[in-house]
């Protein structure tokens, strides 16, 4: 498996923050279950993905959910709309539930696991604030989104990463305030509108020996 170095820097510079899609234009069954594998398949702490992508493809929800993302038109306009969304909190079922995958993917018995399963209810569940356990899991959706757009870029579909949005309205809106999930982001993926002025700007990043220090 080898990617040319070029696909990669090309990949990182022809990304930017997409601020206007073209609406007409949508991303193929193919390229979408790429995107998708890129969400699974992304690493978290202890293996335990905290999370859930709610893919929105309804017209109607997207203009609501529009509405309190201070009018972005990315939401409505863009092919694809992923809302981020974490656990509130995480409990020894949750731990339980991971460590019988792992039995059944791996094909080994529950004492194998146990250890594993012990230590992580003890340094999680015990062993965190709650508030803590939030913020952890808040954390390990910022890598899946990372992992979507880098992968959107490699695969040249536009992005944009939102924060700029109201997560306890959106919890409303998708009917998350009773479950176990909450709001913490959305991406909204398809392709650049040709008027988009943002993707002729000269990308703004302090230069790279001020942000990578060599430790000898
Ligand atoms: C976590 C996160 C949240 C962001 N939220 C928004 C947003 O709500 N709306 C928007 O237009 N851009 C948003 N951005 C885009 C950033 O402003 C943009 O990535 C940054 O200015 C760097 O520019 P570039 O991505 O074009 O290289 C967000 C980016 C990140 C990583």
Redesign the pocket.
């Known amino acids: 498996m080898s990617v040319d170095l070029n696909t990669v820097k090309n990949a990182l510079t022809w990304?930017?923050?997409t601020?206007s899609f073209d609406p007409s234009r949508k991303i193929g069954p193919e390229a979408w279950a790429a995107l998708e594998d890129s969400l699974v398949l992304a690493p978290s702490s202890y293996g335990l993905q905290p999370w859930q992508f709610l893919v929105v493809e309804n017209t109607e929800l997207r203009h609501k959910l529009k509405a309190v993302s201070w009018n972005?038109s990315?939401v409505t306009d863009a092919s694809h709309f992923v809302v981020i969304t974490t656990l509130r909190d995480m409990s020894a079922d949750y731990i339980k539930a991971f460590i019988r995958q792992n039995m059944e993917v791996r094909n080994v018995p529950h004492e194998a696991l146990a250890g594993y399963e012990n230590m992580m209810i003890k340094n999680i569940v015990d062993g965190m604030e709650k508030n803590y356990i939030r913020t952890w899991n808040h954390r390990q959706a910022?890598i899946a989104?990372g992992f979507l757009l880098e992968t959107a870029a490699l695969l040249e579909i536009d992005t944009?990463?939102?924060?700029?949005?109201d997560p306890k309205a959106y919890d409303r809106f998708l009917g998350l305030e009773e479950s176990p999930y909450e709001t913490v982001?959305a991406v909204a993926l398809g392709y650049r509108s040709a008027e988009d002025k943002?993707q002729f700007a000269q990308?703004v990043r302090f230069p790279k020996d001020q942000v990578i220090k060599v430790i000898r």
């Open positions: 990304r930017y923050a601020k972005q990315q910022y989104m944009v990463a939102m924060e700029g949005l982001s943002y990308k």
